[in-house]
């Protein structure tokens, strides 16, 4: 899914191969996207009424501000931060655009939960919201969390010029659409057995995973770009940088699902091999899927090749996704 318009083998335990550890600026700028990502949620997602808008509401928002605040790496704002940055955009403006594509990201956490989909009871070491309010509340408040994540692109502190916000607009909506995340959440469903049909191979597992989750982790990285009005080259790159990094992101993920602990990974484990589900360690193994992991984060770093020193952090935050360990 593109934003610009082998046999079973049993796993074998061990750690991640990919290295080296993330930079301490990396972790400084991660910690502080995270914060000014917080910060902005909470001030948007208040229960105060905006011009011309109706009262919220009291407990759906109480709902969205559970699912969207207090928790998370901020991994998407993080990448939208700095991809920004490589182009001089201001800090508040791409502060909105993360803000956006968090709520889009929470409200596809809430909905993934649910009993009618993975009927999960934990989610970053809390009860999930269905669990914490009820199943009926938890639909409205992701259903509230994607359509407020529009609102959020088309004021002007996104960017001055409306065809930007067009843009940014047009390209979550894609990627959040039946052409990206939900739709790839639906192949994870059928690749359940759900609706029939036949175990998935690799090209099935690897396009599952790039609607699924990689959609978003690639328009995070566009979206610095078009709020910089960035040119062909720089775009091609870092949506390039965002393909590797999202593959990574869910490689990542199938590992921990395997030898995670739930305490530290902040939700349950061991679901995917009890769903029978293919995954890229089903296929490849943990060795296999690592030695992936490891050829994706060179293929992130060498996208950012024409930045230099400049994506010094985008690098390191390659690297860390390779690495995370929740």
């Known amino acids: 899914m593109s934003l610009l318009s082998q046999s079973p083998s049993q796993p074998t335990l061990g750690k991640p191969q990919v290295s080296p550890i993330p ?31 109706r009262q919220r509401p009291a407990r759906l928002l109480d709902a969205m501000r559970y699912a969207s605040l207090g928790g998370g790496k901020r991994v998407r704002p993080f990448l939208v931060v700095e991809t920004a940055k490589l182009f001089g955009v201001p800090r508040r403006n791409a502060l909105m655009v993360a803000a956006a594509l ?15 989909m993975d009927n999960d009871a934990l989610r970053r070491g809390r009860p999930t919201v269905h669990k914490a309010f009820d199943e009926a509340t938890a639909i409205l408040a992701g259903d509230g969390l994607l359509t407020f994540a529009f609102d959020v692109l088309s004021r002007p502190q996104v960017h001055e010029d409306v065809q930007i916000r067009i843009q940014l607009i047009s390209a979550l909506a894609k990627a959040a659409g039946v052409g990206g995340m939900a739709g790839g959440q639906m192949l994870d ?13 690799f090209s099935g597992v690897r396009t599952l995973q790039s609607m ?12 610095g770009a078009l709020l910089g009005e960035a040119d062909r080259n720089a775009r091609v790159a870092l949506a390039r940088y965002g ?10 993920d199938d590992l921990l699902d395997i030898d995670g602990d739930a305490a530290t990974v902040g939700k349950a484990t061991g679901k995917d091999a009890a769903a029978h589900k293919a995954t890229f360690v089903s296929l490849l193994g943990v060795d296999g899927a690592r030695e992936r992991l490891r050829k994706l984060v060179v293929k992130a770093e060498r996208a950012l090749a024409s930045f230099g020193e400049d994506a010094a952090i985008l690098q390191a935050a390659a690297r860390f996704i390779a690495n995370r360990r929740s």
């Open 23 to 53: 930079s301490a600026a990396f972790k400084r700028s991660l910690d502080h996207v995270a914060a000014d990502t917080e910060a902005l949620l909470d001030r948007l997602l208040t229960a105060d009424p905006v011009a011309g808008e």
């Open 102 to 116: 968090e709520c889009v990201h929470c409200y596809s956490l809430v909905h993934d939960d649910l009993p009618a």
């Open 189 to 201: 469903l059928a690749a359940e057995g759900r609706f029939g049909g036949s175990p998935l191979d």
């Open 212 to 223: 699924k989750t990689g959609v978003l982790l690639q328009f995070a990285c566009l979206s």
């Open 243 to 252: 393909t590797a990094v999202g593959e990574a992101f869910q490689i990542s």
